[in-house]
């Protein structure tokens, strides 16, 4: 492995997964005192908010923050020059971005969210460039120390919020105030670092050339950001904003446990990048293994998440009419987890125009189901659209990755792991914990215990794996 890139990898990816489970429960924390705060269109409103907010970011990013991460890791050395260039871009998009938040705010009738939704859109792209960069590096030990205390700024700011009884603005500069302390710290760290030398800097020749390679990239972004977040304005035009309310306050658990393959998507992608110029021959065993650790990971969580959906509901406080959209997007959780790998690997073997198709099936797919199921059934058939669109994303991603670049072994990766979850979700239906919270977390410790015993009689993990276990975790025999 060139320059021991794989265990770097890999211990980087357990400890940002440790800090990332402790604030994604701080953030869901947030999440639901404002959705207890507000009322279900209110709250319907914010995530309308938030979900244009992530449109228009897409749109003007085109594809040059995923292009930088990727062209940074391969040549470190021109990390400044590169961010300079991108950040300088970034001026330009903002300019854009600006009249086309406006237009989808002012038609959605949320003109008066503008402001802080606009502070969303910039402030999140510059800190999500600097989050690269270290990314980049494969050094995530700052980021490590960075995450926890930007989400505990937004759930203090949010519980002001909710004593102050302040409006639904509010808690969007709340998260506005977040991405800018981010920025701050990060561009601090790098710039002692000696990383970065921050400038206004627009290299046509440079920029140029990236075009034809971010444009298919930014296209798949684009195309991948509107089939996640389109049924929140097509529910929205068909039902309103409480369905929306209903609908996204479900969706909140479920988002927030896409961070792992998110995180381990974010760390992977710069070493499949590596390996494609370096070491061909390890990109497909590599993807392979980012595949079944997926599943190992995303299928206990379904299974978990659909037995046990109607007390997690409660406790989270959901609304009463969130639990059946939360069983059903359960079902999606591990398609989400595993179609992560064909997105990295065909983006890292410079394969975004082959990958911007898949993005379009599923674009095509998820706009024509939600626009059958949502007029009919609601934010229940919006959910069950998730679960159409990302099984059939794994299908033809499997389809693809194998045409271009060879086949990942899905049923031999995979069955113990799913062996494993039914054993575990047999122990969860037998002790059934309708009793009390308490006796909750002790069926989910139980079966997480369960689950990791069968992941060990079955020997899901070979002795390679085992071994690159033990040396990320410094544990010897």
């Not at 994604?24 to 995530?47: C, H, K, S, W």
């Not at 298919?216 to 309103?240: E, N, S």
């Not at 446990?257 to 499949?272: C, D, K, Q």
């Amino acid at each position: 492995m060139p320059g021991g890139l794989g265990m770097r990898a890999l211990r980087n990816t357990i400890l940002i997964l440790v800090v990332r489970v402790i604030s994604r429960v701080i953030a869901l924390i947030a999440v639901i005192i404002i959705g207890n705060y507000l009322d279900p269109t209110r709250f319907g409103e914010m995530q309308t908010a938030v979900t244009y907010v992530g449109l228009v970011g897409t749109l003007t990013d085109m594809g040059f923050s995923a292009l930088y991460v990727r062209e940074g890791a391969r040549h470190t050395d021109q990390l400044s020059r590169y961010w300079n260039n991108v950040a300088s871009l970034k001026v330009l998009g903002a300019a854009v971005g600006l009249p086309l938040l406006f237009a989808a705010l002012y038609f959605a009738g949320l003109r008066s969210l503008l402001w802080p939704s606009f502070a969303i859109l910039v402030l999140s792209g510059y800190q999500l460039l600097l989050r690269n960069s270290l990314y980049a590096l494969q050094r995530l030990t700052f980021e490590i120390i960075e995450i926890i205390p930007e989400t505990l700024i937004v759930l203090a700011l949010v519980v002001v919020g909710a004593h102050i009884n302040a409006d639904t603005g509010f808690f969007l500069w709340a998260y506005a105030i977040s991405y800018g302390f981010a920025c701050v710290y990060f561009a601090t760290v790098l710039i002692v670092m000696g990383v970065l030398r921050p400038g206004v800097r627009l290299e046509p020749r440079l920029l140029w050339s990236w075009v034809r390679i971010a444009v298919p990239l930014g296209i798949t972004f684009i195309i991948t950001t509107v089939y996640f977040k389109v049924d929140v304005p097509i529910l929205q035009r068909f039902r309103g904003n409480t369905e929306v309310g209903y609908y996204t306050f479900a969706y909140k658990p479920f988002e927030s446990l896409l961070f792992i393959p998110f995180a381990l998507r974010s760390v992977v992608f710069p070493v499949l990048s590596v390996y494609h110029r370096r070491s061909p021959e390890r990109v497909l065993p590599v993807a392979e293994k980012f595949f079944k650790a997926l599943v190992i990971l995303g299928w206990p969580i379904t299974v978990g998440v659909f037995l046990l959906a109607p007390q997690f509901n409660s406790l989270l406080e959901l609304y009463p009419q969130s639990e059946p959209a939360l069983q059903i997007l359960a079902l999606a959780i591990v398609f989400m987890f595993a179609d992560n790998t064909f997105a990295a690997t065909l983006n890292a073997i410079d394969k975004q125009n082959v990958f911007a198709l898949v993005a379009m099936v599923g674009l095509v797919i998820n706009v024509g189901v939600n626009l059958i199921v949502i007029p009919r059934y609601g934010y229940l058939g919006a959910s069950w659209a998730v679960v159409v669109t990302e099984a059939a994303l794994v299908i033809v991603g499997w389809f693809v990755l194998r045409a271009q670049l060879g086949t990942i072994r899905l049923v031999s990766t995979s069955w113990k792991a799913l062996l494993a979850g039914l054993v575990m979700g047999a122990f969860i239906y037998v002790a059934n914990p309708h009793q009390s919270r308490a006796l909750l977390f002790v069926v989910v410790v139980a079966s997480a215990l369960i689950y990791a015993a069968a992941l060990l009689l079955l020997r899901v993990a070979d002795t390679e794996e085992m071994s690159l276990i033990r040396n990320a975790l410094r544990l010897r025999r």
